[in-house]
């Protein structure tokens, strides 16, 4: 099958106490960032840009223990390419189908 190019938009808040929190990102298994949080009262436009065969693919965030936070991540969707996202479920199709 032919690899798709996907871009992925999905706005992130994090509210936290006492140190920056450090929060990662997952596409299935994969690392795709790890960033620090640095912003108080406002949340982030974040991208993801994708290049994998069509099928399903699980977007995560998760936060680096130890940690006082929580994470917010809202309006997840699909930019660019033949795809959508539901429940932070990526479905990339086949361009061709």
Not at 5 to 12: A, D, E, Q
Not at 15 to 38: K, M, Q
Not at 66 to 79: E, G, I, K, N, Q
Request: proline content about 5%.
């Amino acid at each position: 099958m032919t690899k798709q190019f996907i871009r992925v938009l999905y706005n992130i808040d994090c509210e936290w106490e006492s140190f920056e929190p450090i929060y990662r990102t997952y596409v299935n298994d994969e690392l795709f960032a790890e960033r620090t949080w640095r912003w108080t009262d406002h949340y982030l436009e974040e991208m993801l840009q994708i290049e994998a065969e069509p099928g399903e693919y699980v977007i995560r965030h998760e936060l680096v223990p130890p940690h006082l936070a929580t994470l917010y991540v809202t309006d997840m969707r699909v930019d660019f390419g033949p795809a959508n996202v539901k429940n932070n479920v990526l479905r990339i199709h086949n361009e061709t189908a």
